[in-house]
Structure formats: structure tokens, C-alpha cells
């Protein structure tokens, strides 16, 4: 995995509380993405930034935001916990949006 | 909007033989096209890309896919399965054109070996 930690790896959380998680590079790359893995569905974008301080949505938005405050790190959360949104979270770094895009080793999030 | 279809979800080989996995995609621009590999509690690892160079497309571990615009098609093969190909695969397009440049992956296929 080049230089893409998450954390928490695992978490276990009830249903209407906050949660957040982080993505760390080390690389300097300039976009970072945060997805959710799904059976069935693949992989799905949910936000992605191009910059500090800038960030887009992806096509599974609601429910979640997301904060590039310094280039090395990119938070993902979730204001109130729902169910359906119990997953397995990656975040993905590329130079360039028209770079391949490395992928950090996951979070599975769990929301009873 | 461009989309990718991976037309198997589950396929089964025994050590050795050829692997094959199948990847339908629709673009309306010459898309960029990805193969990623997930092992088991892992992140995606990337096998291989093409980007409208050369239409075989050679990756890591021995695999390689062939472009093939008139079949949409971008099928990745390998030509001796070993255990440790055992994972899931996915199939991914990247749009060409500007502003639509997001990754839409397919299902994936998970690939069994058998000893």
C-alpha cells in the first residue's frame, strides 16, 4: 500500500452517533478519494478532494462529509450513523485525476 | 456516463490451467480501462492499465489484457493459475473526457483456485 494508512481499522458504532475516519499519505499526492465497498456493487465514490480545502461529491454522497484541512490527510464522516451504512471503507490517493489511483487497506465500519 | 459489466462473479480453475475474466465496458469517449486485484482483508492492488497505447496490456503477476473496441471488451487473462491468484477482481473504467474523469468499477469476480 504506497504510504495510504487509515484509521480506525475496524469500529463498531450505534446507530445516530458521529463517527469519523481518517486517510493519511505520505506520497504528496494531490487528489485523494474515499469510497465504499459494498457485495454487489464494487466499489462506489463518495467524496473525493482535488486540493486542501477542496472537495467534490462522488455518486453516494449523502449522509457523509468530508475535510482536507493539510495535503497528507482526508476525513470521512458520518454526522448520525445509519445501518445501511455499515461497510468497508477505502480511501484512494493519484497524482492526477488522470493518474491510477492507490488504495489504502480499508476500514470496516460497523453500525448497529 | 461510461459503465463496466464483469460478466462472471464467481470462476473456478484448477492450478495450472488458464485463467480467464471477462470485462464488457461502454464509453462514449475512448475510455482508460483497469484491472485491480483485492486479497482477502486487503486494499485493491493495481495488475494493469491500458490508456490507448498498445491494445495488450501487460501487468503484474503474469497477467495481461487485450483491448478490443469492435467487442467493448477488456478480458483479463493468465495462462497457468497459481494458488495465490486467488482473490477478487475488478474490472474499472476511467472516462476520457474532461470533467467525467471518476473511476466506475464493475461487480467484481472472485477467483477460486483449486489445488
Known amino acids: 500500500d504506497a504510504g495510504i494508512t487509515q484509521s480506525p481499522r475496524h469500529k463498531v458504532t450505534e446507530t445516530g452517533t458521529p463517527v469519523t475516519l481518517r486517510c493519511h499519505q505520505t506520497?504528496?499526492?494531490?487528489?485523494m478519494y474515499w469510497y465504499r465497498q459494498d457485495p454487489g456493487h464494487g466499489l462506489r465514490l463518495i467524496h473525493y478532494s482535488y486540493g486542501v480545502k477542496d472537495t467534490d461529491k462522488g455518486e453516494v454522497s449523502d449522509g457523509y462529509s468530508v475535510s482536507r484541512s493539510k495535503t497528507e490527510d482526508f476525513l470521512l464522516t458520518l454526522e448520525s450513523a445509519t445501518s445501511s451504512q455499515t461497510s468497508v471503507y477505502f480511501c484512494a490517493i493519484s497524482e492526477s485525476v488522470r493518474d491510477e489511483q492507490y488504495f489504502g487497506p480499508g476500514t470496516r465500519l460497523t453500525v448497529t | 456516463a461510461q459503465s463496466v459489466t464483469q460478466l462472471d462473479s464467481h470462476v473456478s480453475v484448477s492450478e495450472g490451467t488458464p485463467v480467464l475474466l471477462r470485462c464488457n465496458y461502454s464509453s462514449s469517449y475512448s475510455p482508460s480501462l483497469f484491472w485491480y486485484v483485492q486479497h482477502p482483508n486487503k486494499g485493491l492492488q493495481l495488475l494493469l492499465k491500458y490508456t490507448s497505447a498498445a491494445t495488450l496490456v501487460k501487468g503484474i503477476n503474469g497477467f495481461e489484457a487485450e483491448f478490443k473496441k469492435s467487442e467493448t471488451s477488456f478480458h483479463l487473462t493468465k495462462p497457468s493459475a497459481h494458488m495465490s491468484d486467488a482473490a477478487e477482481y475488478f474490472c474499472?473504467?476511467?472516462?476520457?473526457?474532461?470533467?467525467?474523469?471518476?473511476?466506475?468499477f464493475g461487480t467484481g469476480t472472485r477467483l477460486t483456485i483449486i489445488p
Open positions: 474499472v473504467v476511467r472516462g476520457a473526457n474532461f470533467g467525467n474523469e471518476k473511476l466506475t
Open positions: 506520497e504528496n499526492h494531490r487528489y
